[in-house]
């Protein structure tokens, strides 16, 4: 069973930053991709970014240019570098691990709490 445990949430003012972390155990396939999602209240959850283990990202518009994702292979530890954070970042970020053929595996963290305040 692959676990997510994450940290690095918090309460920003806007233009500040953030780094989130999410470190997987229990992890099997070499083949995988991580990411971050969030969940604003009223609001359904949203990729952020992802990254697959041979180094490739994608965003969503809104954090392109301002979030950055990374990740330690071989710690199976992903990052989330947020700069310049606006009020509408405000959400509930998850961290998510799709693993196996097909990435047939979908896993998903606790969430931890990103706050902007305006």
């Known amino acids: 069973q692959v676990q997510l445990v994450e940290s690095g949430g918090g309460l920003v003012q806007a233009g500040g930053s953030l780094r989130l972390s999410c470190a997987a155990s229990?992890?099997?396939?070499?083949?995988?991709?991580m990411g971050w999602y969030r969940q604003a209240p009223g609001k359904s959850r949203e990729m952020v970014a992802t990254?697959?283990?041979?180094?490739?990202?994608n965003y969503a518009d809104s954090v392109k240019g301002r979030f950055t994702i990374s990740r330690d292979t071989a710690r199976n530890t992903v990052y989330l570098q947020m700069n310049s954070l606006k009020p509408e970042d405000t959400a509930v970020y998850y961290c998510?691990?799709?693993?196996?053929?097909?990435?047939?595996?979908?896993?998903w963290g606790q969430g931890t709490q990103v706050t902007v305040s305006s």
């Open positions: 229990g992890t099997i396939f070499r083949i995988n991709v």
């Open positions: 990254i697959t283990n041979g180094g490739n990202t």
């Open positions: 998510n691990r799709k693993e196996g053929m097909e990435l047939r595996y979908d896993y």
